[in-house]
């Protein structure tokens, strides 16, 4: 099992464009999760899965958007990027997360944004 | 809202001595999940140990221990016997048991000196 992965792992974009992060798991989890890590705040819950076709917002969603069309993938589009989301985003996925399973973790995004 | 405090932004440890880490909750639900994560410079997110909080045993993996005060909410991580490989950013994170989210702490880093 390759786990989870995420691509690109490094990327600089401008002020206003736009791109995707990819993630994808081969574990078959049907929980899945985008958070953002900034130096001081630790991490925080962009976007949620809970199965194909059910996403939700977390604590920082504004400028993210995420669809999930199939079990495997998630992906997180900045619609028009900022400088404040300069920052290293994780995917994670679970298979028990309403019953406290562990998240694994992909092995992050390193965001630039001039 | 869940809050994790963690508030002990650095600590550091010399090899083979013992160390622990605070992390206080906050929550008002009453079956919940606690969590720590490793965060070594690989930026890779490792689960260390989890705490279910109906159980009143405390959690144990190897060197790694927790102290779950549940009426205190309070969540501390003990390190045996350090070793330079623990050097890494450590954090504190709960999960509660109806929802999906996973809150977490700030982090603590932890230098492990030889």
């Known amino acids: 099992n390759a786990g989870v992965t995420q691509t690109p792992k490094f990327q600089v974009l401008k002020t206003g464009q736009s791109m995707t992060l990819q993630c994808a798991q081969d574990m078959n989890h049907e929980y899945m999760s985008w958070y953002r890590q900034d130096p001081g705040m630790g991490l925080r819950l962009i976007h949620y899965?809970?199965?194909?076709?059910?996403?939700d917002q977390g604590e920082v969603p504004n400028g993210y958007n995420v669809s999930r069309s199939t079990t495997e993938d998630f992906p997180l589009r900045l619609l028009s990027a900022a400088p404040s989301q300069t920052s290293v985003y994780f995917c994670?996925?679970?298979?028990?997360?309403?019953?406290?399973?562990?998240?694994?973790f992909g092995p992050g995004t390193r965001l630039t944004v001039t | 809202a869940q809050t994790v405090t963690q508030s002990q932004p650095e600590m550091s440890v010399q090899e083979a001595e013992t160390v622990t880490l605070s992390c206080t909750y906050d929550?008002?639900?009453?079956?919940?999940?606690l969590f720590w994560y490793k965060q070594p410079p690989s930026r890779q997110m490792i689960l260390v140990i989890r705490q279910e909080a109906y159980k009143q045993q405390n959690a144990t993996e190897n060197r790694f221990s927790v102290n779950f005060q549940k009426a205190a909410k309070s969540f501390s991580l003990k390190i045996s016997d350090s070793q330079l490989g623990d050097t890494a950013m450590y954090f504190c994170?709960?999960?509660?048991?109806?929802?999906?989210?996973?809150?977490f702490g700030k982090g603590t880093l932890l230098t492990v000196n030889p």
């Open positions: 929550t008002s639900e009453s079956n919940y999940y």
């Open positions: 899965s809970v199965g194909a076709g059910i996403t």
């Open positions: 994670a996925s679970s298979n028990l997360a309403g019953e406290g399973g562990e998240q694994y």
């Open positions: 994170a709960f999960h509660g048991g109806s929802n999906y989210k996973l809150t």
